[in-house]
């Protein structure tokens, strides 16, 4: 009877929730139409023309076979801003320029906030975490709270930690590679599962049991979210997420039980890292009751909640949120960068070499002193693996686009002018409050007049020759836009960046990487962020095979 009466009132509620979806939809859509027909201040930025007018052209990058096919065409075609037409008509300016970018990012503050899809988004997978913040008082409370646990001191005290992960990773490898040929490995599964067990152990104190198989509810519940949940977005969830800007925040909040697999696939790993975030905090405090506090980031975060006044302390919801935030923006985003750098080295054997001989010199030195493993110095000396580092953030930007939109009317002004519908010059673009700007981090860290003419082709070198010296300054590291930038970049990005100075290491130390003799052609495809996948069994999901030979 309970259970009856259970199915009955929650068949009821969802059955309201639809109504208020269908009848807010049917509002918004009126409002879409008479939108749409009003003169926008774009109008005179140049564009790749609209194939389809409910769809617009946006799909065709969502779409596009490697991130970069389009934006580096169009890039070339119109210069460091152009305008698209998304879903149901709507405008948005594509912008690379750096003093836009610097402006929109940086000078502005919080005036120009994520857009409202891109924040429920992350509502859907994370909760109100830092990630969801909507801009001003809520997300300066969350990063104030934040900022204790990411300082310079804090993370480079992880170093041995992230150190014990990549020799686990070796002593694998060396396990199963065959000592004299090398063997064939996929190595993106690997890194991910590494980065996994680094940001469970550094950021919450717990073992993930990623490379040793453990059958761990919550990183099976995360295997191949990302892909499953958002690669190739379908048309009625494109134009669904088009009426967003014109629904009550509360109605929003109800889109993650709509039961198809953007939102479920999502919400299945919201419900379990809320259970298991929930059972760490709560251990987390006792801890720090009994002074018995550790320094992982969540127990700096307790700490530093703790002794908030109570007005700006993170909700119990906020806290048990920034798991799954952590999770989401710490792993993936590490694991693919290595990846790509792997496979670059690959292509570059001659660099490889330069980068092996000079861990292994480093190594010398550090066994003449009587070391037993690299300090921190040691590895930021290592002037090719630095180099490494940023290029590959610069040519493969895991997040390559990320979605703004302006709360008040702006002028934002161009390093490099484009040529307008009307052939004038236009060294700034006028822009009308509610404006949606894509910020095109792939296109701009391929900009020849930042980075040279050969900013189409992986060079390191422009890192170590000084030919890298942009003038304006956007990004959090090297000048890149890749940890994006501002009161919203990446917090995490010295993490990231003591990380894989930490597992490259051991990896160029102990092993030499090469293409394996059937090499298929991979491609970047573009899911929630940016993943390798063979061309042509995209349905076989993350997939980059290097032939791996140990030293
Ligand atoms: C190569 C690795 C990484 C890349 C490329 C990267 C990139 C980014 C980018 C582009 C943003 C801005 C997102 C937006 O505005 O929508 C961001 C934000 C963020 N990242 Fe990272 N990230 C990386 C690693 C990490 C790591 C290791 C952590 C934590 C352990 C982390 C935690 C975060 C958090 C919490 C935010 C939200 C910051 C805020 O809104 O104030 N990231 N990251």
């Known amino acids: ?18 109504l208020v979806l269908c009848g807010s939809c049917a509002a918004a859509l009126l409002l879409l139409w008479y939108k749409s027909r009003q003169r926008h201040s774009i109008a005179q930025v140049r564009g790749p023309p609209v194939k389809n007018a409910i769809m617009g052209n946006i799909r065709d990058l969502s779409y596009q076979e490697s991130v970069g096919d389009l934006d580096f065409e169009y890039l070339k075609e119109y210069g460091t801003a152009w305008r698209m037409q998304s879903t ?3 405008p948005i300016l594509v912008l690379s320029d750096p003093k836009g970018l610097q402006h929109v990012l940086h000078k502005s503050g919080y005036l120009y906030p994520k857009t409202t899809q891109s924040r429920i988004q992350t509502l859907v997978v994370t909760g109100r975490s830092i990630l969801w913040a909507p801009h001003g008082d809520t997300h300066s409370r969350h990063r104030k709270i934040m900022n204790p646990a990411f300082s310079a001191p804090q993370l480079r005290s992880f170093l041995p930690l992230f150190r014990k992960s990549s020799g686990k990773l070796c002593q694998l490898w060396k396990d199963q590679v ?3 040929e090398g063997t064939t490995i996929l190595i993106n599964n690997w890194l991910a599962r590494t980065t996994l067990d680094v ?7 717990y073992d993930f049991g990623a490379l040793d198989n453990k059958d761990d509810e919550l990183s099976k519940a995360y295997e191949n979210m990302f892909t499953d949940a958002t690669l190739y977005p379908s048309a009625w969830n494109a134009v669904f997420q088009a009426f967003w800007d014109y629904l009550p925040e509360r109605v929003l909040e109800q889109v993650r039980h709509i039961p198809t697999r953007e939102y479920a696939r999502t919400q299945g790993v919201l419900r379990v890292f809320a259970k298991y975030s929930r059972r760490l905090i709560a251990q987390k405090n006792a801890a720090l009751a009994s002074d018995r506090s550790s320094r992982d980031v969540l127990s700096i975060l307790v700490r530093a909640n ?11 919801e906020e806290m048990v949120s920034q798991m799954g935030a952590l999770t989401l923006a710490g792993h993936e985003t590490t694991a693919n960068t290595i990846t790509w750098m792997l ?4 292509r570059h054997p001659e660099y490889q070499g330069r980068m092996h001989a000079e861990i292994v010199a480093k190594r010398a030195e550090v066994a003449a002193r009587g070391d037993a493993d690299f300090s921190m110095e040691d590895l930021e000396a290592l002037e090719h693996l630095q180099a490494a580092i940023k290029e590959t953030l610069r040519y493969h930007p895991i997040a390559y686009l990320l979605n703004r939109m302006a709360s008040e009317d702006d002028t934002i002004p161009l390093a490099y002018p484009i040529r307008s519908t009307k052939g004038e010059l236009l060294s700034e673009i006028p822009i009308t409050k509610g404006q949606a700007i894509a910020v095109n981090i792939a296109a701009y860290n391929r900009l020849p007049e930042v ?16 030919k890298a010296d942009p003038q304006i300054r956007v990004g959090m590291f090297g000048n890149l836009m890749s940890f994006s930038a501002g009161v919203r970049g990446c917090i995490g990005w010295r993490f990231s960046i003591i990380e894989m100075q930490a597992i490259v290491t051991d990896l160029v130390e102990n092993f030499r990487f090469t293409l394996p003799k059937d090499m298929p052609e991979i491609i970047r495809v573009p899911a929630a962020v940016m993943v390798p996948m063979i061309k042509g069994k995209q349905g076989e999901g993350c997939k980059l095979p290097l032939h791996v030979t140990p030293y």
């Open 1 to 18: 009877m309970a259970v009856l009466s259970y199915a009955t009132t929650s068949a009821t509620s969802h059955s309201s929730i639809l």
């Open 88 to 90: 149901l008509g709507k």
């Open 178 to 180: 065959h000592a004299t």
């Open 451 to 466: 980075w040279g003419q050969d900013a189409h082709v992986w060079n390191p070198m422009r890192f170590i020759e000084g």
């Open 306 to 316: 703790a002794s908030e006044d109570a007005k700006s302390r993170l909700s119990d």
């Open 343 to 346: 496979y670059e080295l690959a």
């Open 199 to 205: 940001v469970g152990e550094a950021a919450f104190d």
